[in-house]
Each structure stands twice: as C-alpha cells, then as structure tokens.
C-alpha cells in the first residue's frame, strides 16, 4: 500500500499554499485520479482496515490517504460525505478514478462478482 499522511504528498510549501485556495472536492478527484485504485481513510477505523486488508489480499496494492493525519483531512472528510450524499465519510474506495463508495459497496462488489473486473480494467489487478 502507498500512504499518504498528507494529501499533497511531497510537495514544497509553496504548492501548499497556491493549492490552499483549490477546493476540497476538486482535490479528491485529483487525488481520485491519481492511482487505480485510491482509499480514504482513517488510521484508528476499523473498517478501513478491512477494506485495505481486503484489496491487499486480493493482491492490490492501493494508495491510501489517511485523513487524521493530514492538517486539511477534514476538509476532504466533508467533500466525501457530501460526494456519498451522507453518513459515514471513511472509508471511501475509488476505483479508476471512479467512485465506488463507502464499505457497503465495495463489499456489496466484491460478493456479486463486480470488484474484480473493475480492478482488472483499471488496471489494478492482472490475474
């Protein structure tokens, strides 16, 4: 798995505060689109670590953003609560840069059969 304690990665502070003004659904699509497969999460949630266990037994290597550590992590948490239409913001799973959902999906995906060829097509999965 690649973390990211922070959403802008190792960018100089320069960036930081040119991106401070970006708004904080336009940085999870750019953060969405950034790998085949891209996890919000939190460190001390255990359905994250379900998830990330999931993908990581399936052989997926995810990029995961977790958002505690991350000083703007709220920001995102409330752009991905409003992108789910509300409830539980983490975690939030895109796939090929498209939206899959919270845990409910992706485990709902993963029992019919769905997750795997979606993972395939991005490009995440070769078997």
């Known amino acids: ?3 990211h304690a922070e959403s802008y990665g190792n960018y100089y502070a320069s960036t930081v505060r040119q991106s401070a003004a970006v708004d904080p659904l336009e ?4 953060l ?5 497969v891209v996890i ?3 460190s001390t949630c255990c359905m994250c670590h ?9 052989g997926v290597n995810p990029t995961v953003y977790e958002l ?4 703007r992590g709220k920001e995102i948490e409330r752009a991905l609560t409003r992108l789910l ?3 539980s913001a983490v975690p939030v799973v895109f796939i090929g840069g498209k939206l899959v959902g919270a845990m409910d999906r992706v485990m709902a995906s993963h029992i019919n059969g769905t ?3 979606l993972l395939k097509e991005a490009g995440a999965l070769w078997l």
């Open 85 to 87: 239409g509300g409830g």
């Open 1 to 3: 798995m690649h973390y």
């Open 40 to 42: 919000f999460s939190l």
């Open 68 to 71: 505690d550590l991350d000083p």
């Open 50 to 58: 379900a998830v990330k266990r999931l993908f990581c037994g399936m």
């Open 27 to 30: 940085r999870v699509v750019r």
């Open 32 to 36: 969405a689109s950034g790998s085949a």
């Open 115 to 117: 997750l795997v060829p």
